[in-house]
């Protein structure tokens, strides 16, 4: 069955044979599970005009290809998953994996879901035109087709929306405890669970936003504001920083910010424990712009010319002790 899970994601299947092996996704959660797995996997090794080079991306899924078919089927799920993260890893941090998904050629499947590894960023071009950008260490869930009255997405981490224009179907986003609603519009979503706010920054459109556990506390975002709740209070200040949106092209900007800030921030970027043993980081703050390929290691040096101190890093426990 996996053999024809690949055909089908490398267009390899005839009309009638995709027909066939639709009604085994939608009979079957497992291979269903298995499908979305494959197919997000060769995604991560389509490489935009942003990225590398077409052809080492194939490389790399074809690489993936000959280890998958000589998996036996108890252990494809888990290798799948293993080898999502490989690829990404070994094409480049620069790389941008984009879906594009058509409604003749996509399975109804009820619900995909995409994680984006630490120090990678992803795009996505859903089936109604909308596009998605997500950051390091983000979750997209998403259905391969939109139905009904209305486009539901759900977002943990964070994604930048060019929401495609639909009158009749607005479009959702929900994200931890509160819920996004536009018709068309372009807006920035930061909500990662370990932080302890959340914010959205519209660049044009409409929002309405609303918390879910307190429906009355509710706001509509003009352009060019920017909400954080913070203790389930919402604030509503102006964006003062739009350089910060270049995390879409694979660049981190920091102005003006507190270095521990900067600090969490890259943690959760990098997956990496970073603990802090001088107390005189915690008031410093810093400007300046790194590519997420640096990597943490040079972003850190770069820092402590601002404010200098000293690195231990443990490779073992994935982990950074910073101290004076």
Request: charged share 25%; net charge positive; aromatic share 8%.
């Amino acid at each position: 069955m996996e053999d024809r899970i690949l055909k089908y994601v490398l267009g390899e299947l005839n009309t009638s044979e995709k027909a066939a092996l639709r009604k085994q996704l939608e009979a079957d959660k497992s291979l269903k599970e298995e499908f979305i797995r494959i197919q997000n996997t060769y995604a991560l090794t389509l490489l935009s005009e942003q990225a590398i080079n077409k052809q080492e991306g194939q490389k790399h899924f074809d690489c993936f290809l000959q280890r998958l078919k000589h998996q036996k089927r108890r252990r494809i799920i888990k290798t799948t998953l293993q080898y999502a993260a490989i690829v990404a890893l070994l094409i480049a941090s620069t790389v941008l994996a984009t879906l594009h998904f058509s409604t003749s050629e996509t399975p109804p499947l009820a619900m995909n879901s995409l994680h984006v590894p630490a120090g990678q960023r992803a795009q996505l071009t859903l089936s109604d035109g909308t596009v998605v950008w997500l950051n390091a260490q983000s979750t997209f869930t998403y259905p391969s087709q939109f139905k009904n009255n209305s486009r539901e997405v759900k977002v943990i981490g964070e994604a930048f929306f060019d929401v495609a224009k639909d009158a009749k179907k607005p479009f959702i986003v929900s994200s931890q405890n509160i819920k996004m609603e536009v018709l068309g519009t372009q807006f920035n979503v930061y909500s990662y669970p370990e932080n302890e706010y959340i914010q959205t920054d519209l660049v044009e459109g409409s929002l309405k936003i609303v918390q879910r556990d307190n429906e009355k506390n509710t706001t509509i975002l003009k352009p060019n504001e920017q909400l954080i709740i913070r203790d389930g209070k919402m604030h509503v200040n102006n964006i003062t920083d739009y350089e910060h949106f270049l995390w879409k092209e694979g660049i981190y900007c920091f102005q003006n910010e507190r270095l521990i800030d900067i600090l969490k921030k890259l943690e959760l970027y990098y997956d990496v424990e970073i603990i802090v043993k001088d107390p005189g980081i915690f008031n410093v703050r810093y400007t300046g712009k790194f590519r997420q390929r640096d990597g943490i290691d040079e972003i850190l040096r770069i820092i402590r010319k601002v404010k200098p101190f000293k690195i231990n890093r443990d490779i073992e426990n994935n982990r950074i002790t910073i101290t004076k």
